[in-house]
């Protein structure tokens, strides 16, 4: 630490205060071979509690070393269709991922010094959008239709490219739905260096979407962003990955190496004269760097700590330049918006929520994975494409750990961003997690708690110190607190200040789930 502080220069306090954010970066002494295991809602709902009793009982407890290798309990590993997951990472090698894992196969990686990655790879689907390609070389792509959309787009110009994304009426897929064309007529419209951005940072219990676009198509994201730095008017695009995402980290590198040496990265971009360039950041174990303020601070190389707005980020982002930030489902529209014109992509979905939609559907389904809908899908004929629920439906967690619990009585809801926020719940990231009666639910809002206040980034009081006392409050009630009623009025009291008083939308999201939960009877005075 004192090393890279003299190197940089910082403050070794600087450092230290940067590299103990980031839940993969270690700075105490750890064996050569860790491997963190999911124990997050999904996977819950399929039964890794008991995975993870049977791995302590014969390996030891998470955070012992054992003959060279540790386990550690994590968050999501964005793995969710699997069931059951592990994160390894290994020292002086590669990281690699297993999905679905087995007790058996841990024990095994833990004493191997070089593992290898063993996850099944994801079809293709046909007659969709989004999902109908899989193409990790560049003849591959080129085959398949790639970089049409990127000489359509230089051949019209960037004013005509601006106009399609506007006419289109995409918003964006990572949560917030804010409409494209507005964010990239604002940064188009400034002068002076500007930066493009994929927010690829995608952890949100539940959602794996992005990770299957990626691991399948890398070069449709890079088509994607080279046509938004063009139409902005930017010369550096950003990618920034979630560290456990290995697959997709090294599929992105190697399509980048192959798009710069086939002539459509650099200074001279297929021929057209316009310079643009990628680079690739990988994130080290923060949920809040999904958060767009953030992600800039940790490119940058600070903590992930969330900016104050205004300025906005079109205006002041990255490096304190006007930046576009979108998510990889948004971005991966693009190629069809400009070659299709924005109204065909409009006439897709509803009034308000245009296009298709990819949705996660996970849980105690049949036939869990990515699906692609026009928007105006319900939860029910979601959950009839994943094969049905696998027992008797409990509840349906939709938009993650930031969303809402609904029960059967709502599977006639279209999943649209117009119908969510009418019903009082916000669509999120596309998670369509089912829960059935075998499940313990209040187990999984408890969880949905701690990932709140373990990922909280403590730069604000109301999200730092009210993410704990929520879960605090909900294990008073699990472990029968005679205050029922004063506990959860304590819970309401809660919500309103991390709602109204939280910096971003990490805190102002984080009590969604439990009132939801309240709402439907999932905790209370039978919890």
Known sequence: MN???????????????VATFYDLIATDERPPRVAHLCDDIACKATGVDGLLADLTQRFGEAGRTIDGGMWRHSPCLG??????AAFVQVAGGDDVVIAPVTVDQVIEILSVDRPTSMVEPTDPTPGTTLLARQATSLEAFVENGGYVALAHG??????QVLAEITASGLRGRGGAAFPAGIKWNAVAAETGQKYVICNADESEPGTFKDRVLMEGDPFGLIEA???AGYAVGAQRGYIYIRGEYPIAHARLNEALD????????GEDVAGSGFAFDIELRKGAGAYICGEETALFNSIEGFRGEPRQKPPFPTQAGVFGRPTLVNNVESLMNVPAIVLDGGEAFSAIGTEDSKGPKLFCV??????PGVYEVPFGATTGELIDLAGGVDGEVAAVLIGGAAGAFITEAD??????????RAHGIGLGSGVVLVFNTDTDLPDIVSRIAHFFAEESCGVCVPCRAGTVRQEETLLRIRTGSTEVDTELALLGDLDQVLREASICGLGQAASAAVQSALAIGIIGRSS
Request: glycine share 12%; net charge negative; proline share 7%.
């Open 3 to 17: 090393y890279i502080a003299q190197r940089v220069p910082v403050s070794p306090a600087e450092a230290f205060g």
């Open 79 to 84: 793995q969710c269709e699997k069931g059951s």
């Open 154 to 159: 230089i051949a019209i110009g960037p004013e």
């Open 225 to 227: 962003l080279t046509i």
């Open 258 to 265: 192959q798009a710069r040496a086939g002539g459509y990265l």
């Open 362 to 367: 996970s849980g105690n389904v049949k036939d």
């Open 411 to 420: 599977f006639d809801l279209p999943l649209t961003f117009e119908d969510t």
